[in-house]
């Protein structure tokens, strides 16, 4: 359900600047139901980066998409997931906890806000004991989710200073996932943190952007959380536990021909076989090792 929550979501938010976009339950409401997830942790601190991505490369020019990022950090864990997600899964559980309606109502209520639209699609919780990471990595017709240890990223350390949001911070550069970083960490925040992967510099990471500026971290808030909010991960019905390369390939492979990924799972209907192109949709991760 959860998978197709988020794909009607993504249909519904591209005709957000043609009309505002209603959904009728007709006489059979879908009843409400909470989100499918795995809670880790609580988060104490709440980090938002601004967060910016070219993960398709059309006719040779990035396709840019923007969202927002959160970094929730805990005793045990921390995680990084889409702000607007987290969102989007607060006001699901509050629907159902609350009584305040259908999944249809949900869905008015949610799809007609801008700001709702997501791009960032690589959440993660990371075990601060172990240091092993547990990642999440979707289609449209499945989820995988796999465990690896947190990466040992070699960081160099530079004396170049620069103010964000008034917070003195340091350069550092790295090279990670087949991408060179340039980074800039607080001091003043004593925590090794930063989102996704990014770790293991003596302060907060408060941005990190590629070389070629396809993907882009930069902090836009940090707050205490009065009450804790949950780390965690979607667990929606079906979910593959696999291993990351295999999970990379999945996807990869997804993108390189979605018409016949969705015709060999069954997805399409014969007659929609037959309309059907075939095509791939561009594909730029973050990680291109």
Known sequence: MKRCLFTLIAFFCLLLTSAQVRVDAGSSPTPMKPVEKIIYDTAHVTVIYDYGCSEAIVNGSPSRRYSEVALFIGEKYIGTMDWRGFKADSLQDDFYRNKRGSFEDFLNCYINDEQNISAYSYPVVVNLESQVATLLLSTTLSDYRYCQQLPKIEWKLENEEKKI?????????????????????????????????????????????????????????????????????????????????????????????????????????????????????????????
């Open 165 to 289: 949001k008034g917070i003195r911070c340091l350069k550092a550069t790295c090279r990670f996932g087949g991408r060179d970083w340039t980074a800039r960490y607080a001091p003043e925040y004593a925590m090794p943190y930063g989102p996704y992967l990014f770790n293991g510099l003596p302060g907060l990471i408060m941005q990190v952007v590629d070389k070629k500026k396809n993907f882009a971290f930069k902090f836009k808030s940090i707050k205490q959380n009065k009450p804790r909010r949950y780390i965690y991960l979607r667990n929606a019905v079906g979910t593959i536990e696999t291993t990351r390369e295999k999970a990379r390939d999945a996807v990869r492979n997804y993108n390189k021909d979605p018409h016949g990924a969705q015709i060999s799972a069954g997805a399409m209907s014969k007659s929609a076989q037959l309309a059907s192109i075939k095509y791939s949709k561009p594909y730029n991760p973050i990680e291109l090792e």
